[in-house]
């Protein structure tokens, strides 16, 4: 599923520069805790989570993952668009929380990783 795609069907903002449009997200991890995003390989994944900090885009581009979903409404500041915008890492945000992102995404087609 396209980005794009991806964003519209749960409502989203993308945040950073649009999205390549060749970029397909099969699969989708949810979690607030970085360490244990960490633990596993990721291939066309987006990353769900509500932590709204520096912390999720640096684990995101040490994970290769290139999409990024920021749940429940959380602020998202300059500085975080603008590292992943230099990590080449596609950010959106979402009023929606992580369970019902989860459930959105995997009712149209999205994998979970495990």
Partial sequence: MQVEEIANIIDAKVLT???DQALEVEYAFSSDLMSDVLTRYYQDTVLITGLANMQAIRTA???DIQVL???RGKKVDTEMIALAEESDIVLLSCEYSVFRISGILHENGIKAIF
């Fill in 69 to 71: 979903i920021i749940a």
């Fill in 61 to 63: 581009e040490m994970s």
């Fill in 17 to 19: 520069d649009q999205p």
